[in-house]
């Protein structure tokens, strides 16, 4: 059997991946110019002119509605404009909770609270609060598209598990039409957010739920679960889950305010002798405390850093990816990757100040006790950027679900100077103003160092253990085509063995035939 060498299977991998990228590419611009064609021709006050903005500027959009409709043009372009008129029909773009109606806030009905073992957030829909009522129907659904829209703007990118609580529910609490909206959302709505719809205990006499199966298409009825409390931790650790659940989970809701993340001030890393001129001494850990902003100092982006560095980042791995904002630019822009290994252990936050003042930041934590950041506030003076180290604490280790948050806000130049309050910053300065960046983890997982292909030994130079993302493509693109390869080899040998038995069969049958005319 004839093997190819590393480069000649990284070649075909990198060729096929570009010719992939290149055809998603043409059905991303025929949908614009067959959805510019036949629906929004000009003028049209059928959709928002945001929305159609950014369906003209983000191929990420229009790639999630092709996807979902397993990229036929056609059929993504009914998706596109019934998604579109809807926004337009609740007024999405501007829809908040002022006004959105306070007895539905106040109900719990529906919240955001915790992850699944995926790290993605929990959407929690409490069905033994809802009753039927056609009057408050429209006032329902923009209720829901408050809630998903919030977490989208906040969360671009992230997945959300819906969770259905049947308990104590009964025939007053059936709303189809309600529910159906629901399931459409994240069919039609509001594509690739849905990760799993988990439906928890359903009373007998509710049944009638089991319908939404015929609701959804073979893509996201592949994501519905029915679970009880047996079996619910397969998907949700206790500690996500209420105590009537099985969990240990105290949360109780209650409006206002809205629940959100626990973001807490991390506790800071104790400075050693090298920065003590740097940071003042102060109440490390204190929720309420701020450090002093290290001297800023300009970054160099290179791999192994410059000069100006300083230990901390030669020791830490540097960011590659960079999220822009008129306020500054937050390398990296969306995740935080830990691993097991001792380097991994670490993560370097670059902010970079793009405005002619000093900007003032804080970072906060879901998990304070993991995480020791260092500084966890200060200011950055303008034109120059900081470095911020996340370290896991002792043996901690790193969960999906572990969330960070980047807070920063201008500061007047009447007010920049060494020995301001920072604190009283904070107070003062007026939530619309502070530019909020969340930040996911992320768990790195090592490759193994050797790939066995057909159960032979595979002597190709190793795979190291890196991060790089064209490494995980190339191993798992060589472990399918392995596997498919095996499989069409055993399905060779089934249709090789249906052909003799179906000529035994047939000999069979003629010696039989043969035995009764003699």
């Known amino acids: 059997m004839c093997y190819l060498d590393a480069a000649e299977q990284q070649t075909m991998a990198e060729d096929g991946s570009t010719d992939l990228k290149e055809s998603i590419q043409s059905k991303i611009e025929e949908t614009r110019e067959k959805f510019r064609s036949e629906y929004a021709q000009e003028p049209t006050d059928r959709y928002e002119s945001s929305d159609l903005e950014r369906l003209w500027r ?15 043009v056609e059929d993504a372009l009914k998706m596109i404009d019934e998604s579109l008129r809807w926004r337009k029909e609740l007024n999405v773009n501007e829809i908040n909770e002022s006004c959105t109606q306070k007895s539905l806030l106040e109900s719990g009905m529906h919240y955001l609270h915790g992850y699944d073992k995926e790290g993605n957030k929990l959407f929690w829909f409490r069905v033994k609060l809802l009753v039927k009522d056609v009057r408050l129907l429209q006032e329902k659904k923009k209720y829901v598209a408050f809630w998903l829209e919030r977490y989208v703007r906040r969360e671009p990118g992230s997945l959300l598990t819906v969770v259905f609580d049947m308990t104590d529910s009964g025939l007053s609490n059936v709303d189809m039409d309600f529910v159906k909206y629901i399931i459409n959302c994240f069919q039609v709505y509001y594509p690739r957010l849905l990760s799993k719809m988990l439906v928890y205990e359903i009373p007998w006499i509710m ?26 931790q397969s998907y949700i650790d206790a500690e996500h889950l209420p105590f009537h659940m099985g969990g240990t989970d105290g949360f109780s809701y209650s409006y206002p305010p809205l629940p959100d993340e626990d973001f807490q001030s991390p506790m800071s890393e104790s400075p050693s002798q090298d920065d003590e001129t740097e940071l003042k001494d102060g109440d ?6 701020f450090e002093p902003a290290p001297r800023p100092r300009k970054v160099c982006f290179a791999d192994d850093g410059g000069t100006d560095a300083g230990s901390r980042g030669r020791a830490t791995r540097r960011p590659n990816t960079t999220f822009k904002s008129s306020l500054l630019h937050v390398s990296p822009a969306e995740e935080l990757c830990f691993g097991l290994r001792e380097a991994e252990k670490r993560c370097l936050i670059i902010l970079q100040n793009v405005t002619k003042n000093a900007v003032a930041y804080k970072v906060r934590t879901t998990a304070p006790e993991k995480y020791r950041v260092k500084p966890s506030s200060g200011s950055c003076a303008a034109g120059t950027s900081v470095e911020i180290t996340v370290s896991l604490h002792g043996g901690s280790q790193s969960a999906p679900q572990d969330r960070f948050l980047i807070m920063a806000a201008e500061m007047e130049p009447v007010v920049t100077g060494a020995n301001q309050d920072l604190a009283q910053f904070w107070k003062e300065i007026p939530k619309s103003k502070v530019m909020e960046r969340r930040l996911k983890c992320h768990i790195l997982q090592s490759l193994k160092p050797t790939l066995n292909l057909d159960n032979h030994n595979y002597n190709s130079p190793a795979i190291s253990n890196g991060t790089n993302g064209h490494q995980d493509i190339h191993t798992t693109l060589l472990q399918v085509m392995a596997s498919s390869r095996r499989l069409e080899q055993k399905l060779d040998r089934c249709l090789w063995t249906q052909k003799v038995i179906i000529v035994l069969v047939m000999a069979l049958a003629a010696l039989w035939c043969s035995t009764l005319y003699m």
């Open 284 to 289: 490390v850990g204190s929720t309420d405390s």
């Open 207 to 232: 049944n009638a739920w089991r319908i939404v199966k015929s609701w959804l298409g073979p893509d996201a009825i592949s994501r519905l679960r029915f679970v009880s409390r047996s079996d619910i």
């Open 58 to 72: 983000e191929d990420g959009l229009v790639e999630s509605y092709l996807e979902w409709r397993h990229f036929v």
